[in-house]
T-cell receptor
Framework: GENVEQHPSTLSVQEGDSAVIKCTYS??????FPWYKQELGKGPQLIID?????GEKKDQRIAVTLNKTAKHFSLHITETQPEDSAVYFC???????????FGSGTQLTVLP | DGGITQSPKYLFRKEGQNVTLSCEQN?????MYWYRQDPGQGLRLIYY???????QKGDIAEGYSVSREKKESFPLTVTSAQKNPTAFYLC??????????????FGEGSRLTVL
């Protein structure tokens, strides 16, 4: 099945700086890569996703890049704000796309 | 409001007792999932169901059981056979059984503590 590794496990940035979280995956057939944000005490929420037919996708301050050759994808958050502080998870499909395998999560802290 | 409702939010259990966590969705989604979350380990899939009256084991199904008698409900029972049940449990749903066709919607979770 799919194996997704995520780095770093914790990340602190100053407000206004950029944050980058990276994930690698093992299954070259994987074609869908979502990112979820989990705020304290809540369930994760989808913030952006990318499919394997594109290399980059942007949504305001958030972008995701995908390198299929190297089998890695990254989340980029620009102009970070305190409300960006949360745990972020990457994921990839496995089991004929019937389930998602999640990375281990990154605790992002934006310092004022 | 459409969404996923998990209950209870907090639950305490003595060793040797079974406990059932409730998950209800009013999104008319076909598929439902149970994940376990432990610090530093991300989300691990326990069970999932793509249609009513059918479910499959995930990566860590041992010590857990589920049922899917109704489309909107997918309860999880943590049995006494689960060796380390203290964790945060998340229920999710998706429109179809193919996760690459759309997002997972998560509930707010149930925190189980075994005393």
């Amino acid at each position: 099945g799919e194996n997704v590794e995520q780095h770093p496990s914790t990340l602190s940035v100053q407000e206004g700086d950029s944050a980058v979280i990276k994930c690698t995956y093992s299954d070259s057939a994987s074609n869908y890569f979502p990112w979820y944000k989990q705020e304290l005490g809540k369930g994760p929420q989808l913030i952006i996703d990318i499919r394997s037919n594109v290399g980059e996708k942007k949504d305001q301050r958030i972008a995701v890049t995908l390198n299929k050759t190297a089998k890695h994808f990254s989340l980029h958050i620009t102009e970070t704000q305190p409300e960006d502080s949360a745990v972020y998870f990457c994921a990839g499909p496995s089991g004929s796309a019937r389930q998602l395998t999640f990375g281990s999560g990154t605790q992002l802290t934006v310092l004022p | 409001d459409g969404g996923i409702t998990q209950s209870p939010k907090y639950l305490f259990r003595k060793e040797g007792q079974n406990v059932t966590l409730s998950c209800e969705q009013n999104l008319n989604h076909d598929a439902m999932y149970w994940y376990r979350q432990d610090p530093g380990q991300g989300l691990r899939l326990i069970y999932y169901s793509q249609i009513v009256n059918d479910f499959q084991k995930g990566d860590i199904a041992e010590g857990y059981s589920v049922s899917r008698e109704k489309k909107e409900s997918f309860p999880l029972t943590v049995t006494s056979a689960q060796k380390n049940p203290t964790a945060f449990y998340l229920c999710a749903s998706s429109m179809t059984g193919k996760v690459n066709t759309g997002e997972l919607f998560f509930g707010e979770g149930s925190r189980l503590t075994v005393l």
